[in-house]
Nanobody
Framework: QMQLVESGGGLVQAGGSPRLSCAAS????????MGWFRQAPGKERELVAA????????YYADSVKGRFTISRDNAKNTVYLQMNSLKPEDTAVYYC????????????????WGQGTQVTVSS
């Protein structure tokens, strides 16, 4: 199994630029594609960004494209989500997830999940 722990969430004002981190352990991190999902109250969990095992391919949801950046440091077994120009509508619980080699746009195809970290954006 692979264990994932998110950190970096909290209360931030609109326009802020926090960075979320996801630390992995238990499995070979370099063999897994990673994704960041978020879920706001009353809404379905959605994929925000994803990155392949090699880091050579990435995906971004239209709502965050140009503002968020996903990256990974395999030497540290960590994936990051740099969030810029935050808006109140970005408020959600953010989850880190993993699957083998290639990322997917479907949440049910990710087998490993962290517990999530709350990001609250004030106006």
């Amino acid at each position: 199994q692979m264990q994932l722990v998110e950190s970096g969430g909290g209360l931030v004002q609109a326009g802020g630029s926090p960075r979320l981190s996801c630390a992995a352990s238990g499995r070979t991190f370099t063999s897994y594609a990673m994704g960041w999902f978020r879920q706001a109250p009353g809404k379905e969990r959605e994929l925000v960004a994803a990155i392949s095992w090699s880091g050579g391919s990435t995906y971004y949801a239209d709502s965050v494209k140009g503002r968020f950046t996903i990256s990974r440091d395999n030497a540290k077994n960590t994936v990051y989500l740099q969030m810029n120009s935050l808006k109140p509508e970005d408020t959600a619980v953010y989850y880190c997830a993993g699957r083998g080699y290639y990322y997917s746009l479907r949440s049910y195809e990710y087998e490993y999940w962290g517990q999530g970290t709350q990001v609250t954006v004030s106006s």
